[in-house]
């Protein structure tokens, strides 16, 4: 059974900076896109950014573009998102999966951006 394990977030500033990492155990997941989700109170989970299984293509969110880079390290089965100039509309539980999301969602990791 895979196992995604989101850590990284936190409280920041606004127009602080975060790295969020997602661990995959039980299984391999370098063949498969992976993206990070984002989930505010009271709002739907959305996307926010996605690599292929390479990491030679990436694609975000126009909420984010700019401001948060996706990566990945195969060898590490892990997964990475550095989020610079970050706003409090960025406050959220994000998460991993592959994209589509085939895997179970794991608990995410909080951040919480102070204006």
């Known amino acids: 059974q895979v196992q995604l394990v989101e850590s990284g977030g936190g409280l920041v500033q606004a127009g602080g900076s975060l790295r969020l990492s997602c661990a995959a155990s039980?299984?391999?997941?370098?063949?498969?896109?992976l993206g990070w989700f984002r989930q505010a109170p009271g709002k739907e989970r959305e996307f926010v950014a996605a690599?292929?299984?390479?990491?030679?293509?990436?694609t975000t969110a126009d909420s984010v573009k700019g401001r948060f880079t996706i990566s990945r390290d195969n060898a590490k089965n892990t997964l990475y998102l550095q989020m610079n100039s970050l706003k409090p509309e960025d406050t959220a539980v994000y998460h991993c999966?592959?994209?589509?999301?085939?895997?179970?969602w794991g608990q995410g990791t909080q951040v919480t951006v102070s204006s």
């Open positions: 039980g299984r391999t997941f370098s063949s498969y896109t």
């Open positions: 690599i292929s299984w390479s990491g030679g293509s990436t």
């Open positions: 999966n592959t994209r589509p999301a085939r895997m179970t």
